[in-house]
DNA sequence: AAATTTCACTAAATCGTTTTAGTTAAGGTT
DNA sequence: AACCTTAACTAAAACGATTTAGTGAAATTT
């Protein structure tokens, strides 16, 4: 079953360079030479051995992808279409989950790095804060794109979502929805994602002359449905009155939703929800959740696109050159939101 | 920043040979020179090449995954715990997401057997009927794990759900609710498990003595939502009186629930649904949805361990020897078959 | 016909490690 | 003192492909 390049060589008798070349299609070979070592191939069913062609190539065809969480739908989509474009070009995908964690994802970095990647697509981890890991992956003269979460610092392409002007948007229809009490469930001060969609917030109140009420500003420690169903709870039992709320992720949204329906609070005539992401279950629930599109499957083709185009510059060019993509995001209106 | 074996032992004034060994222990070399070789290693950032290692070792230390669907969220369970332990034997993952096109999965196959992976561990896509890459893969000495939707012809390890025990199940629970018009959703005639699961619900009627009425039984074309939706539709307009439904998937039941609800149908006490595979969306919605839970996780934690030990196995004996799991699944009792 | 060019190859080095088979010097045995 | 061990290395081949620098013969030019 296994035959070697070199085996092939002797059984044609051929030299080994004879047979390199007629496969890889080099002009100083005759037509009837390669057609004799192409067809001999083919039907021995001889594939090259990649580790082998690397070492003179350089060059494994393989791409990296590290992602803070597997299981997050966002996440997963994103993946989908980096998986299928990668494909396309005839590239493998190592896959890496960092698990929000920092020391995980330094791990994997060197690790891909070791394997001599041609280029790693990642999402930062929310609790990275120091960048040496991806310094080190331009040093070592490999193509870095930095998605979602990405080190505004580090000098690499990137492919993120305006998450204030999403932030903005969840808000601001709140506003048009006539609520004028709208609090707001935040992340924490990492990754710079959530602080974003909070300063949209922010944002959308000030320019529609609304007061800020720091009250009405909640910090969940996770993005999870028990998180909004806590954190919803906890609103509630301070007595502080609301008739809208934007939820920094679709679950903690859906949570909260949840424990208003349990106090028969009229979702959305009573209180109005917004999440932001776009993930499925949005549209299963009822009332269906309004959110914030954030276009997954576009970063996905955009990560891949820079890519390719930096693996092109540092073959011809013998450098890198990097790019910056800021994507806007969607208003979805659904249920959730449709006061009448 | 890159410097290779050769380099250092230059560097070091020893020959390639004595740093190879002092990095990887060997007898013949004293203590005092591995101390100096391995320290001053770690002082550049000295890593090995792996694909060079692999040329020798004939390890690369990688796993390639196999899925039919990156999105689904069966399957993203499975994948994370292999993915996990995967990590903790210092093995990376290649994925692969065959989109259930057999053509695709058998390029994918072909493209990790060039790439040398030390093992594949793979679900079947649905329209994969014949095995030649699969029998490929054990001609070229790889370990192979199928998991979930397998070949049972194969000669390889396999670790899959018992799934007419799963309809028997959850046809059974709906009996013991009361149930006795009973429909289901089935999926085609590929793969096995959705047969395995229609066959559990022939048992369950067979046993509890209740007639069998092939009018009740409608076949999916996916199992979407959509899907879901349109069959019940199909189902309700046909007149058929029922007042139980098993769906071959969660989200097939989640499309008739809509559906059900939509006419003012009572679920559960006019009509009584179970899906199939506990989805994280079931727990989402309302009413919550009963499902039969088939552990992801354990499927992806044998699968692995199938695997090292196969691995292990090749290593000392040089050859494989397989071994088949087959796993019980557990009944979710949620709001849906919930009746008063 | 001699010189040059072109064609179609081969030989050998190379990529970065690992491993087998020496080699040398020191120490121990008789 | 001649012989044998042992410790601690080194030299060189090997893994499987690619690539540079040749090489000999045929074809073409002058």
Do not use: W
Request: glycine share 6%; aromatic share 8%; charged share 25%.
């Amino acid at each position: 079953m296994k035959i070697s390049l070199k085996e092939m060589a002797k059984r044609l008798s051929l030299s080994p360079a004879a047979v390199s070349k007629a496969l890889n299609d080099y002009p100083d070979i005759s037509l009837a030479t390669k057609n004799l070592v192409k067809s001999y191939a083919k039907k021995v069913g001889y594939k090259a051995n990649s580790q082998a062609s690397f070492l003179r190539s350089q060059k494994t065809k393989t791409i990296g992808v590290i992602i803070p969480d597997i299981t997050n739908p966002f996440f997963n989509k994103i993946l989908k279409t980096i998986m299928t474009l990668a494909q396309k070009n005839n590239y493998s995908i190592i896959l890496g989950n960092s698990k929000e964690s920092f020391s995980l994802e330094e791990k994997l970095v060197n690790q891909f790095l070791q394997q001599k990647v041609d280029g790693i697509l990642m999402s930062l981890a929310n609790d990275t804060s120091q960048y040496k890991h991806l310094e080190n992956i331009l040093a070592n003269d490999t193509v870095l794109v930095l998605f979602d979460k990405v080190a505004k610092l580090i000098n690499c392409s990137k492919v993120f979502v305006d998450d204030k002007d999403g932030g903005f948007k969840a808000t601001e229809h709140l506003i048009k929805k006539g609520c004028t009490k709208i609090a707001h469930f935040r992340g924490g001060l990492n990754p710079q994602n959530s602080i974003d969609r909070y300063l949209g917030y922010r944002e959308a109140l000030s320019v529609n002359k609304i007061s800020f009420d720091p009250n009405k500003v909640l910090i969940t420690s996770s993005g999870s449905i028990e998180q909004g169903y806590i954190l919803a709870k906890k609103l509630y039992e301070s007595g502080i009155e609301i008739d809208g709320l934007f939820c920094i992720t679709d679950m903690v949204a859906l949570g909260a939703i949840r424990f208003f329906k349990e106090q028969k609070i009229d979702i959305p005539n009573e209180i109005s929800v917004i999440g932001f992401s776009n993930t499925m279950a949005g549209n299963l629930v009822y009332p269906s959740l309004s959110t914030i599109d954030q276009k997954a499957s576009k970063i996905g083709a955009e990560a891949v696109r820079l890519f390719l185009s930096e693996e092109k510059m540092l073959k011809t060019e013998n450098r890198l050159e990097n790019q910056s993509l800021v994507l806007k995001t969607t208003l979805i209106k659904r249920e959730s939101t449709q006061r009448i």
